[in-house]
């Protein structure tokens, strides 16, 4: 099993930043990819970011240019930086873990933090 817990969530105007941080414990090792998805209410689920196993990262169209995830193996800590911030990024950032390729589904959840930005 692996755990996953983020924080950094919170509150900030437009144009603000925020950094979410996502603590991965137990057999992190079994992990292929790693990623950030989002929810907004009366949304679908977004993938913000995904980190794959060679190293590359794929980020949704909505947050290029503006978001940036990495990950710090040393630690096990998975990080979102978000810059240049809009109300439409405003929802519950999860962290998730696959074992496979974070092409169909995601192994593992973390409980999520909010994000809320006001205009």
């Known amino acids: 099993q692996v755990q996953l817990v983020e924080s950094g969530g919170g509150s900030v105007q437009a144009g603000g930043s925020l950094r979410l941080s996502c603590a991965a414990s137990?057999?992190?090792?079994?992990?292929?990819?790693m990623g950030w998805i989002r929810q907004a209410p009366g949304k679908e689920r977004e993938e913000v970011a995904i980190?794959?196993?060679?190293?590359?990262?794929d980020y949704a169209d909505s947050v290029k240019g503006r978001f940036t995830s990495s990950k710090d193996n040393a630690d096990n800590t998975l990080y979102l930086q978000m810059n240049s911030l809009k109300p439409e990024d405003t929802a519950m950032y999860y962290c998730?873990?696959?074992?496979?390729?974070?092409?169909?589904?995601?192994?593992?959840w973390g409980k999520g933090t909010l994000v809320t930005i006001s205009s």
């Open positions: 137990g057999y992190t090792y079994s992990t292929n990819c």
């Open positions: 980190i794959h196993s060679d190293g590359s990262t």
């Open positions: 998730v873990a696959d074992t496979r390729n974070c092409l169909h589904g995601m192994d593992y």
